[in-house]
């Protein structure tokens, strides 16, 4: 049986990142073909479609990035979490080292998560900027902080006028981010929806809503900051917003193709990354 080809995405910056690579390279090479070891951020090799897993380490962030970087090509990830909470690179170093023969050999499959499209079309019609996303577009309303006015359309249907603070479009794998924390719904992963979230919204009668992403979203901006209003993808990526300026938000026809860690549910990864759900008596039993 031919050997396994894998690619290594890695976030050098973190610490310890680059001394736990050089210890597990031996290890690797026994088993797998190494196409190449990178940081996130560099352009991927030639040889990235030929290869069968993508191991990537690093934390959430790094994994978004790797996520945009391949999503042409279908290539799996299998996050090796290196940061803080870890709720997308589910394995520790252990786990990954434990779980990966069953991997190669397909016994544990990827996941799909739905990723999104986005571009900024502005006034006058051209495209100004573009990126596959896979957890959300926020609009942030930005300096000199003044409230903004969004207009939302699903398709040729209106569906609200937002004026506030900005607003958040997350996929079901991003709910559980910034979403979450300005108060939208968590989606379970499988869900083909958006969450459209309103940030701190001048009005009460406006609230956090699921729609299905079977047409494009439009946003256009009525009144935003020209000095400081961005359009935020994954919290990573970032664009500046004009008045007039259209963002279309679609369906993309790549998939996030996401390694799960096979003891690791994801009500159960919410329970315990996230709390969700556990009275504070319980997070006593727990620890």
């Not at 995405?9 to 088993?31: T, Y």
Request: net charge negative; hydrophobic share 40%.
């Amino acid at each position: 049986m031919a050997r396994k080809r894998i690619l290594i995405l890695a976030n050098f910056d973190k610490p310890g990142v680059g001394e736990q690579i050089d210890s597990l390279r031996g290890w690797l090479e026994q088993q797998v073909n190494l196409v190449a070891v990178q940081s996130s951020l560099d352009p991927l090799p030639a040889g990235v479609v030929e290869a069968d897993l993508c191991i990537v380490f690093g934390g959430d962030g790094t994994l978004l990035s790797a996520a945009r970087a391949v999503a042409t090509t279908g290539l799996p990830l299998l996050g090796v979490n290196m940061g803080k909470l870890g709720f997308l690179a589910e394995f520790s170093v252990e786990h990954m080292q434990r779980h990966l023969p069953a991997i190669l050999a397909g016994e544990i499959q990827p996941t799909q998560r739905m990723m999104l499209d986005v571009c900024i079309l502005c006034n006058r019609g051209t495209e100004a900027f573009r990126s596959p996303v896979l957890n959300d577009v926020a609009i942030s309303a930005g300096e000199p902080f003044r409230m903004i006015d969004l207009t939302v359309r699903r398709g040729e249907q209106l569906l609200a006028r937002y004026r506030g603070d900005g607003l958040i479009v997350a996929t079901p794998t991003g709910s559980t981010g910034y979403n979450m924390s300005a108060g939208g719904p968590i989606l379970e992963p499988t869900l083909d929806a958006v969450a459209v979230t309103p940030i701190a919204p001048h009005s009460l009668a406006v609230r956090p809503i699921t729609i299905g992403i079977d047409r494009p979203v439009f946003i256009t901006a009525e009144r935003v900051n020209e000095e400081g209003t961005a359009v935020i993808v994954d919290g990573q990526l970032h664009a500046h917003l004009h008045n007039g300026d259209v963002i279309e938000v679609r369906r993309s026809e790549h998939c996030a193709r996401i390694v799960p860690h096979p003891g690791r549910p994801f009500f159960q990864t919410l329970s315990t990354k996230l709390q969700w759900g556990r009275s504070p008596h319980h997070v006593d039993e727990a620890e």
